[in-house]
């Protein structure tokens, strides 16, 4: 299915508004010059639009299986994956001693966002061996960085990472899997895994599996959790997989959408595996691939919502029903105002969840390149915001979507269905949406909220900045930014845990759309407050942030509520 990778915005968005050339400007990021980040795009948008698009509908139609025991890809991910490979795309952002490239993970968000876009089952494997990368940078020791990284940045073997069973879902402080010592530094793992994302595949020669079990005695909870490294067959010091590891795919779900991930259950029976980090801080450690990976379901997110936006728009320029409003119409459903209605809410929506999700990348770059604790902070504060914005717009956009085709919207041969159901599970894997908000409203504010307030206070220098050219969005704007002010305050001072739970939701929303109206803003001013990005963000401000009070109202509203009914009421 055509996809056209948007090479144009990305670079817009690098030069005007979330400030690439602060990375370029860095020691570590010094090569990431525009040259070399327009070639990447540009080469990204090949791969996206020449190989993988095409094997989208391919993974729909025929989901992968287990077949006695292994796992059999859809036709052609193999060479899709093997493409994705040999590019060096897996290792764009790894460090460069064990094979990588070394450039920001800006740059890799951009990939992943098109591969998104182009395939989004395929694109999420490469997305969980680039968070095992990661991982197993910042906490594996020597030996294992040594055998293991220059395999998975090649792309010969996959990473994958387990935290789900059965009864520990966002509670992953529930899990049972067990490891005990092997007396040799390695250590047996059992227990059951479910839900693992490319779990095994018939493509690559290794699949090594990050797993979180809980050692002898260990405490209880999330503080009792350690991560072993199990590999699918273990390898020999020069890194040649040899016996298979004493571990299963047992089966495969059947899911709404997503169909060409194998989505695998995985029996472990005493397997053999490596301690990554110190005992009972798994959490801790697995945190590094789960931050990488929130950012890149966010893009995946994102990616579908700009593949879906230019399938609806494609679809509204040719469709013709009734007569059209404008004395210049082009005839085609384009013309009619709830139709322009829609198609502007996508495009608006999704620019502000992609300038969100690049915001944060280039936080991340720059907390990574200069040490700057005020830019980890910030990277903190905004990933649970773009992984919940950035996958609930992939959910909105795409149901939209389906809504400007009418009834050939749920008709399954034109393709427009499998985005909602591909992008669906992003609101649910890598932390809810809920979990998310939580996460924002709990933890991420616990700083006294100086992370918020730092950014409110820059959305506040926005709107200063467009007073004089757009009087009208800048008072928008600033109307936001003291209504996001008041509502962090009640969050910090008045508000019982719980209240605030019960408000976290809204909050984030409101938080985002605000922000959203803040890039939007900077776009606008960019082009000197006239051409299509400022009607954009006059559309954005006006019709869409403005959501914002009602939510926030609905965040200030405490638990009451919410539990106003017993369980038993709600079921009569
Ligand atoms: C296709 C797919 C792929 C996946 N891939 C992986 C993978 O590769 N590796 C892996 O380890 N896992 C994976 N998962 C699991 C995924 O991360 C979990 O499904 C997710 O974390 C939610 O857990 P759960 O399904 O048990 O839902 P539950 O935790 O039961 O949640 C149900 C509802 O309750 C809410 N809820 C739960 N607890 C709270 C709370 N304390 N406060 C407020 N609300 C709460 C949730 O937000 C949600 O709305 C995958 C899942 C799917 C469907």
Redesign the pocket.
Known sequence: MAYTAPVNELKFLFDHVVGFSRLTATERFAEATPDLVAAILSEAAKLAEEVLAPLNRAGDLHPARLEDGVVRTPPGFAEGYRAIAEGGWIGLAAAPEHGGMGLPQTLAVAVNEMASGACLALSLNPL?SQGQIEALEAHADEAIRALYLPKLISGEWCG?????EPQA???VGALRSRAVANGDGTYAISGQ?I???WGDNDFAENICHLVLARLPGAPEGTRGISLFLVPKYLPDAEGRPGAANSLQVVSL?H?LG?HGSP?AVIEYDGATGWLIGEENRGMRTMFTMMNNARLGVAAEGLGVAEAAFQKALAHALERRQGRSPLPEGTGAIVDHADVRRMLMTMKAQTAAARAIIYDTAVAIDLARATGSDEMAARAAFLTPIAKSFGSETGVEVAGLAIQVHGGMGVIEETGIAQYLRDVR?TT?????S??QA?DLVGRKLADGGAAAFALLAEIGQTAALAEASMPDLAAFLAAGEQGLVATTGWMLENAAPNDR?AGAAPYLRAFALVLGGHYLLKAALAEGGQGPRSQLARFYIRQSMIAHDPLLSQAREGARGVYGLSPEELAG
């Open positions: 969980m994958t990472m387990n935290l789900t879902g966002s509670d895994k839900f693992i994302s779900e899911k997503l989505t599970v649910i894997y890598e932390g809810t809920g979990i939580m739970f």
